[in-house]
C-alpha cells in the first residue's frame, strides 16, 4: 500500500521548506496554526504546502493528519500481523487463518478460536492462558484496534477530500485573490495544485483498504451498493465460527 502526497524533501531551497507544515500536533497547536517550519519527509509521511490562505491551509493540514493517522494505524496492523507470523512460522503470503491454524497445532491442549462481536474481534482459549497465545492475544488486540482505527478514519478523511476536489474552482479563486503579487501568486497556486493532485491519489490507496484488509485477515469484503454506492462493507471470516463481521457502513465512492 502505497501514500503520496507532497513527496519532495527539505534540501530544496529553503523556501520550499518553510512553505510545509508539520503533519500532526496537539489540538491547541493546530488551532493556532503557527508559521511553518522546515520538515523532511519520512516514513511515508505526508507534508501540505502553504497556499497562502489560512482556511484552506487547515483544511490540507486536517486532511494531512488524518492520512497519516490512517496510515500509523496501518503500520501498527501490519507489524501485529508479522509478529504472528515470525512467531508461528508463517510466510507473508499467510493471513490471520493460517497464524491460528499454526497457533492450534502448536497448542493442542487448548481450544482457540477468533471470538466476533460487532467491531472486535479477539482470540479466545478454553483453558488456562499459556505465556506464548497469552501475546498472541495481545498481538491480536492489537490488529483489531488497528483495523477498526483504520475503517473509521475512512469516512471522514473521504469527506475532507471531496469537499476541496469539489470547490477546486473557488479555492483557486480564492487563493488568487489573497496573493499580494504576481510572484507569490504563481507560487501558491502552484502549491494549490501540488495539494488537490495529492488528494486525488489519496483517494485511490483508501478505496482498496477493504481489499488489503481482507488479504492480511483473510474476510471476503462482501459489498452492499445501492445506485453506484457502497452503502455498507461486510467481511465474511474463514478463521471463526461466527458468520459476518460488519466493520464499516460509509460512502465510499
Known amino acids: 500500500m502505497s501514500f503520496l502526497f507532497c513527496c519532495s524533501s527539505c534540501n530544496d531551497s529553503a ?9 500532526i500536533a496537539a489540538e491547541s497547536t493546530r488551532q493556532s496554526r503557527p508559521p511553518a517550519q522546515d520538515m523532511t519527509m519520512q516514513n511515508g509521511r505526508l507534508f501540505a504546502k502553504l497556499t ?11 486532511i494531512a493528519e488524518t492520512f497519516n493517522q490512517q496510515h500509523e494505524h496501518y ?24 497464524c491460528l491454524h499454526k497457533m492450534q497445532e502448536k497448542q493442542n491442549a487448548v481450544q482457540l478460536r477468533l471470538q466476533m462481536k460487532g467491531y472486535d474481534f479477539a482470540l ?6 499459556p505465556a506464548e497465545l497469552q501475546q498472541a492475544q495481545e498481538q491480536i488486540g492489537a490488529l483489531c484496534r488497528a483495523v477498526k482505527a483504520i475503517m473509521a478514519a475512512g469516512p471522514r478523511l473521504q469527506g475532507m477530500v471531496s469537499w476541496v476536489l469539489q470547490e477546486e474552482q473557488h479555492l483557486a479563486q480564492r487563493v488568487k485573490e489573497g496573493s499580494p503579487g504576481y510572484q507569490d501568486q504563481l507560487r501558491v497556486e502552484a ?8 488528494a486525488v491519489r489519496q483517494k485511490q490507496p483508501h478505496k482498496s483498504l477493504p481489499n488489503i484488509l481482507s488479504s492480511m485477515l483473510e474476510w471476503q469484503a462482501v459489498f452492499i451498493v445501492w445506485k453506484g454506492t457502497v452503502l455498507s462493507v461486510i467481511f465474511l471470516c474463514k478463521c471463526c465460527k461466527e458468520p459476518f463481521l460488519p466493520l464499516m457502513t460509509a460512502d465510499w465512492d
Open 15 to 23: 523556501q520550499t521548506c518553510e512553505e510545509r507544515q508539520p503533519l
Open 52 to 62: 497562502g490562505v489560512p482556511e484552506l491551509d487547515g483544511h490540507f493540514a486536517d
Open 75 to 98: 503500520v501498527a496492523m501490519t507489524a501485529a500481523l508479522r509478529v504472528l507470523r515470525e512467531s508461528y512460522g508463517c510466510s507473508n503470503r499467510n493471513g490471520l487463518s493460517e
Open 124 to 129: 479466545v482459549v478454553s483453558d488456562a492462558v
Open 191 to 198: 502549491n494549490l495544485r501540488e495539494n488537490l493532485q495529492a
